[in-house]
């Protein structure tokens, strides 16, 4: 088949797929795949991802996106890098991760360079944080809209770079339009075009031997004993929170809540938006902050349910209750499930103006949202019964927005992917 043509029946079965004739569509996939057409192979390979329900689809998923790396495809390389950080069905090998991205960093793969720039500035070389913010360049121009609202605010304060603050105005409009929460324009200081006056400088120092040192963390200080509370502050750099925010802000939808009977439902309970990082949405600074997050609960990620992002603005709020989950949707460790949810990380990521604090109202303990700590508190006793205690509530935000992310970790093992 020639190119023309490969691309064709690629647009065809992706068309197949958006009108929801999944069969068909898998199938004209596959027929590309079998051809060695790698973007083929990756398509397939994530929608049997998307659709699997056991381990053996799961399994043939992972193939064909084993098949379009050994092609050279970066987008799976990609893929394959952040969910070998999940150490289910991957091995996980820091030398391989590394391999990974710097070979994706080197096919200019935009979200791999959004991620470099953001690992690099915090854990890199002093040159590797110099280079960072042409890498957000790079990555903005190469179509990361998150690594274009990191730079604007690089831009803004002057951030690894000399400050320009009529183009930070411009990609903080930009960025404001797709739904990210960046600070508004500075009126004063106008408006110049958000593309850059020369290209990013060349760089080549795809040394990703630090990684380890992203993932490394502690629980913080002990509030409470018995419930397990700890609080650690400047978890996060104020760039990782933004990261965070900008990755699934834009996608933020009215929260459920599981009622008693397990029906997911919208209630007065939680009024915020939030947002649910799937296996699809993940990036690999994202899964290595996520890591962080599990080294500080003192738990493997595979045991946590995705990340989820959530806003609250004034008046919103999350009422007290526990993280437990109702036992119709709990297969419980004996039955081989991943059991009851066991361990709450909460990130703070901004600072509302007012308000927004978590109480602990038995513990008489309040913690204040500041932005880049973690509190982390257990929900099951070491019994395994409901830990009393960790009754908790997101007090009402009073003024300004709330953004917060939560990993709730499970028993045993729950992510597949
Ligand atoms: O908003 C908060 O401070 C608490 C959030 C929370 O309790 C939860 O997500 O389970
Ligand atoms: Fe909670």
Same mark, same amino acid.
């Given at each position: 088949?020639?190119?023309?043509?490969?691309?064709h029946?690629?647009?065809?079965?992706?068309?197949?797929?958006r009108?929801?004739?999944?069969?068909?569509?898998?199938?004209a996939?596959?027929?590309?795949?079998?051809?060695n057409?790698?973007?083929?192979a990756?398509?397939?390979?994530?929608?049997?991802?998307?659709?699997?329900?056991?381990?053996?689809?799961?399994?043939?998923?992972?193939?064909?996106?084993?098949?379009?790396?050994?092609?050279g495809?970066?987008?799976?390389a990609?893929?394959?890098?952040?969910?070998?950080l $999940?150490?289910?069905?991957?091995?996980?090998?820091?030398?391989?991760?590394?391999?990974?991205?710097?070979?994706?960093?080197?096919?200019q793969?935009?979200?791999?360079?959004?991620?470099?720039a953001?690992?690099?500035?915090?854990?890199?070389?002093?040159?590797?944080?110099r280079?960072s913010?042409?890498?957000?360049?790079?990555?903005?121009?190469?179509?990361?809209?998150?690594?274009?609202?990191l730079?604007?605010?690089?831009?803004?304060?002057?951030?690894?770079?000399?400050?320009?603050?009529?183009?930070?105005?411009?990609?903080?409009?930009?960025?404001?339009q797709?739904?990210?929460? $960046?600070?508004?324009?500075?009126p004063?200081a106008?408006f110049?075009?958000p593309?850059?006056?020369?290209?990013?400088?060349?760089?080549?120092?795809?040394?990703?031997?630090?990684l380890?040192?992203?993932?490394?963390?502690?629980?913080g200080?002990?509030?409470?004993?018995?419930?397990?509370?700890?609080?650690?502050?400047?978890?996060l750099?104020?760039?990782e929170?933004?990261?965070?925010?900008?990755?699934?802000?834009?996608?933020v939808?009215?929260? $459920?809540?599981?009622d008693?009977?397990?029906?997911q439902q919208?209630?007065?309970i939680?009024?915020s938006?939030d947002?649910?990082?799937?296996?699809?949405?993940?990036?690999v600074?994202?899964?290595?902050?996520?890591?962080?997050?599990?080294?500080?609960?003192?738990?493997p990620?595979?045991?946590?349910?995705?990340?989820?992002?959530?806003?609250?603005?004034?008046?919103?709020?999350?009422?007290?209750?526990?993280?437990?989950?109702?036992?119709?949707?709990?297969?419980?460790?004996?039955?081989?499930?991943?059991?009851?949810?066991?361990?709450?990380?909460?990130?703070?990521?901004?600072?509302?103006?007012?308000?927004?604090?978590?109480a602990?109202?038995?513990?008489?303990?309040?913690?204040?949202?500041?932005?880049?700590?973690?509190?982390?508190?257990?929900?099951?006793d070491?019994d395994?019964?409901?830990?009393?205690?960790?009754?908790?509530?997101?007090m009402?935000v009073?003024q300004?927005?709330?953004?917060?992310?939560?990993?709730?970790?499970?028993?045993?093992?729950?992510?597949?992917?």
């Amino acid at each position: 088949m020639s190119i023309t043509d490969s691309s064709h029946a690629l647009h065809a079965a992706h068309a197949l797929l958006r009108d929801n004739r999944i069969a068909e569509g898998l199938q004209a996939l596959t027929v590309l795949a079998n051809q060695n057409n790698a973007q083929a192979a990756f398509d397939l390979g994530n929608a049997l991802l998307m659709f699997a329900t056991d381990a053996a689809q799961i399994g043939q998923g992972l193939q064909r996106l084993r098949q379009a790396e050994a092609a050279g495809y970066a987008p799976a390389a990609y893929r394959m890098a952040y969910t070998s950080l $999940v150490e289910v069905t991957e091995t996980f090998d820091w030398r391989v991760l590394a391999e990974r991205l710097a070979f994706c960093c080197r096919q200019q793969h935009p979200n791999a360079l959004c991620d470099a720039a953001v690992f690099f500035a915090r854990f890199g070389t002093p040159a590797q944080q110099r280079a960072s913010t042409g890498l957000l360049e790079l990555a903005a121009l190469r179509g990361s809209t998150v690594a274009m609202a990191l730079l604007g605010e690089r831009l803004a304060i002057g951030t690894l770079c000399d400050t320009d603050p009529a183009r930070a105005n411009s990609i903080r409009r930009i960025a404001a339009q797709l739904g990210m929460p $960046v600070p508004p324009p500075d009126p004063q200081a106008g408006f110049a075009p958000p593309e850059p006056a020369t290209p990013p400088p060349a760089f080549d120092d795809w040394d990703f031997s630090a990684l380890p040192a992203a993932v490394a963390a502690e629980p913080g200080v002990c509030l409470d004993g018995p419930t397990q509370l700890y609080l650690h502050t400047g978890f996060l750099s104020d760039e990782e929170c933004l990261y965070i925010k900008c990755l699934g802000g834009p996608d933020v939808a009215p929260s $459920v809540s599981v009622d008693e009977n397990g029906r997911q439902q919208l209630n007065q309970i939680r009024t915020s938006h939030d947002f649910a990082f799937l296996p699809e949405f993940e990036q690999v600074y994202l899964n290595l902050l996520q890591r962080r997050m599990a080294a500080a609960a003192g738990l493997p990620l595979r045991q946590a349910e995705p990340l989820i992002l959530l806003r609250y603005t004034p008046g919103q709020e999350y009422r007290p209750h526990r993280d437990v989950l109702p036992p119709s949707h709990v297969i419980p460790v004996e039955a081989g499930g991943a059991g009851q949810r066991l361990r709450t990380v909460i990130a703070y990521l901004n600072t509302p103006e007012a308000g927004g604090e978590t109480a602990f109202p038995l513990l008489e303990r309040t913690i204040a949202a500041e932005q880049g700590r973690i509190a982390r508190f257990d929900s099951l006793d070491a019994d395994g019964g409901t830990c009393r205690t960790s009754l908790h509530a997101g007090m009402p935000v009073k003024q300004g927005v709330k953004w917060i992310c939560t990993l709730w970790f499970r028993q045993r093992t729950h992510r597949m992917l």
